[in-house]
């Protein structure tokens, strides 16, 4: 049985679990070398790394031991949080680490990972924000504020980076079933909410994400950098 020849390393942070994971998975599935990094180190394939997002030393830590094992040829963002306040009891101090965890991680992390795939003669780096960013979402301004500034860092990476040869995209989820969801999302009253809502008529799956974000490395279009694709089953585009 012939070995298969490994395609490089990309770094996935938020690996340990949900849509990280899976998207670890169909990157290894694809031949590339995966460190999954996150603050448990926990990793589903792959090798783990302990790295907290929202701390520029643990980012530094984690990017160097991970270039020691390997060329670096992609990058995945897709640590995050989630929570809820209304936008009148929202506290300024919830409302600035959700920013931190959520988008400040994402220049972050790719500024650390940028000199790495310079030396590689460049790479892709994908976000994985929400299609929250472009709703009004009751309770969810930290959360909403926070995935739209992945947009805009997307944007603003893909300009400035295009001439070191690195594409820059935003995949943006609608709502996805983990493991952290699943009962909820398989209540009677919210399954039927969603048939409604959801033109698809179900939530997505988080192999379908981990497709899409595999597709974008093996495929490379360098073309295609700075956009966000929605994948929601039309929910954000239904009126
Ligand atoms: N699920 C959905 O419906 C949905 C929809 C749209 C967008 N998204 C986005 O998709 C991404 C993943 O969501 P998910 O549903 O898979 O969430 P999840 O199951 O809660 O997983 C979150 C991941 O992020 C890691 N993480 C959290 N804080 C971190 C920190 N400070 N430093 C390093 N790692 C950290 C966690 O690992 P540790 O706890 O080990 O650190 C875990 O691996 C998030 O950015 C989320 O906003 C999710």
């Given at each position: ?52 997002v929202g701390d520029p030393v ?7 031991a991970a270039s020691a094992r ?8 897709c640590a995050g949080a989630h ?157």
């Open positions: 049985m012939s070995e298969l020849v490994s395609r490089g390393q990309i770094l996935v942070t938020g690996a340990s679990r949900g849509i990280g994971a899976a998207i670890a998975q169909d990157l290894v599935a694809r031949g590339y070398d995966v460190a999954c990094l996150s603050r448990s180190g926990d990793a589903p394939v792959g090798y783990g790394l302990v790295c907290d643990s980012i530094k830590t984690a990017v160097d390997g060329p670096i040829v992609g990058l995945v963002n929570a809820m306040a209304s936008a009148l009891e929202l506290k300024i101090a919830d409302f600035e680490s959700m920013m931190r965890v959520n988008a400040g991680s994402v220049l972050m992390v790719s500024q650390a990972a940028h000199p790495h795939l310079v030396a590689n003669g460049g790479g892709t780096v994908v976000n994985i924000g929400s299609f929250f960013d472009k709703l009004g979402v009751p309770d969810n301004t930290a959360y909403c504020a926070s995935k739209a500034a992945v947009g805009a860092i997307t944007r603003c990476l893909s300009v400035e980076w295009a001439s070191d040869g690195i594409a820059v995209v935003n995949v943006a989820p609608g709502y996805i079933e983990t493991d952290l969801n699943r009962d909820f999302l398989s209540r009677d009253k919210v399954r039927a909410w969603m048939q409604k809502r959801i033109p698809v008529g179900r939530p997505g799956d988080v192999r379908e994400i981990a497709r899409l974000v595999g597709a974008l490395f093996a495929e490379r279009i360098a073309f295609l950098t700075g956009e966000t694709i929605y994948i929601d089953g039309a929910q954000g585009m239904n009126h």
